[in-house]
């Protein structure tokens, strides 16, 4: 038995991309500065000839890998991200190389939540989180208004209750 469920079509905003590109440059900075540590320390100390090669190798990989994580990869993550929901299901679709699809049925759905870190907050935007028993799914940056309407519309459509107990109309 196959349902006919059409693709999900609403995409993520784009503001994530400069968002995902920002974070992966904070990422790869730290770690290129501990490299750069560990690489002064080899020098001063006199450590196993090897390890200079080691972090050298690894100092190559990390550039080559902040040149793919922070120029090319966030816009077709984002590119590649849709969404749908409806009364019945979640939709979840992402990925380029390896796509992910994922339906979540109304019926599982334990809880629904928001979220935002420092640098959602700057670009005004959510993440919004739907839990199941077994396991959670995230939608990223959604618009603050979208995001807020979506966790009330997947609520209702779960019967998702609400902390005082009473189902969310």
């Known amino acids: 038995m ?7 079509s609403r995409p ?25 540590a560990l690489l002064y320390f080899d020098a001063a ?6 390890i200079d090669n080691v972090i050298y190798i690894l100092i190559g990989l990390m550039i080559v890998s902040a040149v793919f994580s922070i120029l090319i990869e966030p816009p077709f993550v984002q590119k590649s991200w849709r969404y749908e929901i409806n009364e019945e299901f979640v939709q979840l679709k992402h990925g380029r190389f390896n796509q ?3 339906l979540i049925p109304m019926t599982k759905v334990e809880y629904v939540t928001t979220d935002q870190g420092p ?10 989180k ?3 028993t077994t396991s959670s799914h995230n939608i990223p940056a959604l618009p603050k208004e979208e995001a807020i309407q979506l966790r009330s ?3 209702m459509f779960a019967k998702v209750k609400d902390i005082e107990g009473e189902e969310v109309e």
């Open 2 to 8: 196959y349902l006919n469920i059409p693709e999900p």
């Open 12 to 36: 993520i905003s784009a503001k994530i991309i400069s968002i995902w590109r920002w974070t992966n440059t904070i990422g790869h900075t730290v770690t290129l500065i501990i490299l750069g």
């Open 119 to 128: 640098f959602l907050r700057k670009h005004n935007l959510y993440n919004l």
């Open 100 to 102: 992910y699809h994922t």
């Open 153 to 155: 519309q997947i609520a």
């Open 130 to 132: 739907i839990g199941t």
């Open 45 to 50: 100390y006199n450590w196993v000839s090897w």
